[in-house]
């Protein structure tokens, strides 16, 4: 079965400094891997997918991921927090395409000014 | 990009009435699409699968007869929610993948509706 951890319920950072939101997975095969964020009262926003190719991808609003597979983890990376990077990130798993994606627990990043 | 929309965004139902909410991919067929459910602050919990002229698949826990889903064309999926309570008020989101390129790969949401059961 496929399963997705977010570790942490809240992430605090003040603003201009890195941020890192984890995740890791757990899937029987070759990992689909998204990061998405969703504001207040409103649908999810696609940021970035992994599903194959380079380790590391760069997705919108200046954020990354990186895929290690050793790890099974695809955590969240941004150089530089912004005070509207504040939201709830979730991380989601597929183990094919067409399937639907199972979602981590999300996490709350706080970027405080 | 591929766009999905939802309608109504926003409704308040008396306790026993059945809502129907839509979703739609607007620019690309989609030939699943998917209904989640989400508590305030919690993470979207699957509710159900559906596929194109087919029936739904529901996920262990979801009762089929209270939350009727028809996916009756490539562009439209619904779902309904038979004689709602309180306890069904939440954010309905639902998703759709298409077979094209850009569609396959990727999972689509809509913004998500906010029901309200008095």
């Known amino acids: 079965a496929q399963s997705v951890a977010q570790p942490e319920d809240q992430v605090n950072v003040a603003e201009g400094n890195p941020l890192t939101v984890k995740c890791t997975y757990s899937v029987s095969g070759n990992p689909y891997l998204f990061w998405y964020v969703q504001y207040p009262n409103r649908g999810l926003q696609f940021l970035l997918k992994?599903?194959?190719?380079?380790?590391l991808v760069k997705g919108s609003y200046g954020f990354e991921a990186e895929f290690n597979k050793s790890q099974t983890s695809f955590h969240l990376k941004k150089p530089s927090a912004l005070v509207s990077d504040s939201a709830l990130y979730f991380c989601a798993v597929r183990d094919q395409a067409g399937t639907a994606l199972i979602f981590g627990k999300g996490t709350t990043l706080s970027v405080s000014s | 990009g591929a766009v999905v929309s939802q309608h109504p965004s926003w409704v308040i139902c008396k306790s026993g009435t059945s809502v129907k909410i839509e979703c739609r991919s607007l620019d690309f067929q989609a030939t699943t699409m998917f209904w989640y459910r989400q508590f305030p602050k919690q993470s979207l919990m699957l509710m159900a699968t559906s596929n194109e002229g087919s029936k739904a698949t529901y996920e262990q826990g979801v009762e089929k007869d209270k939350f009727l889903i028809n996916h009756a064309s490539l562009t439209l999926s619904t779902l309904t929610v038979t004689s709602a309570h309180p306890e069904d008020s939440s954010f309905y989101i639902c998703?759709?993948?298409?077979?094209?390129?850009?569609?396959?790969?990727?999972?689509?949401f809509g913004p998500g509706t906010r029901l309200t059961v008095l």
């Open positions: 992994y599903i194959t190719g380079d380790n």
């Open positions: 998703s759709a993948s298409g077979t094209g390129e850009g569609t396959y790969n990727e999972q689509f």
